[in-house]
């Protein structure tokens, strides 16, 4: 592979073990508010904002970590015809599997990032009592498409390398590599 395309991987991987890893975290963030939200509705005033909270954390939680749990090979496979293949066919089907993932990414990056610049311009708050504004949790959801995106393109690429019997980096692929293993490829 091109050493443009080799960077764009390694620098892709790092970026997003680095958000995930970050994201990993976000789960303690909500557990709090929850446990907040329940001690206040047993011992104080509810909070309205809690539950909002919440959503918005989880939301952000599982957005920015998409592109690590791929990265990871820990997303959903259906295996029915999959698991039965060799490993560049299996390759040679990610590649194919890429490009509608790429599009409908695409599609959703577009989508969006019209509604993040809809909050932006005008103010976007929730129709709750709490009525934050949208902005900031539609430029993180954004973010973590765009990353996705990324990961994904990646991922296309190291497929095409892995449908040609080699790694990212031009070396023989070994066949006792899981599909999910990437630490020999991405420097990391």
């Keep these: 592979m091109p050493k443009a395309i080799v960077l ?3 620098y892709v991987e790092a970026v997003n073990w680095v958000v995930g890893r970050f994201a990993m ?13 329940s001690f206040a509705k047993t011992f104080l005033q509810p909070a309205l904002w809690t539950l909002e909270m919440a959503q918005f954390l989880m939301a952000a939680y599982y957005i920015l970590g998409g592109p690590y749990s791929m990265q990871l090979g820990d997303h959903v496979r259906m295996d029915l015809l999959y698991g039965n293949l060799s490993p560049r066919r299996m390759a040679f089907a990610d590649t194919l599997t890429s490009v509608f993932l790429i599009t409908y990414l695409v599609l959703l990056l577009y989508g969006g990032y019209s509604s993040t610049l809809y909050a932006i311009q005008y103010n976007e708050t ?10 900031p949790i539609k430029i993180i959801m954004t973010g973590g498409i765009f990353l996705m995106l990324l990961q994904t393109i990646a991922f296309f690429f190291k497929d095409i390398a892995r449908a040609r019997g080699m790694t990212i980096d031009g070396l023989p692929l070994t066949e006792t590599a899981p599909l999910g293993d990437v630490s020999g490829e991405t420097g990391l």
């Design 8 to 10: 764009f991987v390694r």
């Design 25 to 37: 975290y976000m789960i303690f963030a909500m557990l709090g508010v929850l446990l907040y939200s």
């Design 126 to 135: 929730s129709y709750s009592s709490w009525s934050p504004y949208m902005a």
